[in-house]
């Protein structure tokens, strides 16, 4: 493939996924410049790898997991790293109010990084339990148990108490 073509093909694949690539480190890591640092890493592993990514069965998988990577590498490299308080970018803005966007961020992001991670996965990409395990590395019924562990907690964060019964 001639350098041109592989880079225009890679340009169009950057254009049409990198806002959903940058929301997905954005809901993992909380910081909007470092989720911006996170694409760009994982972006420039899989510009080198371009020729052989383009063939892989699923080259959003092959994406989607280099960007699990970059986080799960910045991550061990900056650990003490405070999440932003500010919220710049959200998921889904349209869909939500202001406030109860507010309250679902803080709810997940109080989530431990595992359980985050889980239901970045299974409910924003909208992956099935195994390929949430795949892409993880983790065993299916992990995957279960911390997607079932965190919709409780994001249940009893989000939901009133006299809705569900139970005194807070």
Known sequence: MGTRRRD???TEFV????????RTAYLMCGDPHRAEDIVQQALAKLYVSWPRVRRAESVDA??????????LDDGARSSRREVAAE?????????LSHEDA?????ALRELPPGQRRVVVLR?????????TAADLGISTGTVK?????ALTRLRGALVPADVTGENR
């Open 8 to 10: 225009a093909e890679f």
């Open 15 to 22: 254009v049409s996924r990198r806002v959903r690539l940058h």
């Open 62 to 71: 092959y994406a989607r997991r280099s960007v699990l990577n970059a986080f």
């Open 87 to 95: 919220i710049e970018d959200r998921a889904q803005p349209d869909r």
């Open 102 to 106: 507010d309250a679902l961020w803080d």
């Open 123 to 131: 409910h924003y990409w909208g992956l099935s339990v195994e390929e």
């Open 145 to 149: 148990s911390q997607t079932a562990a």
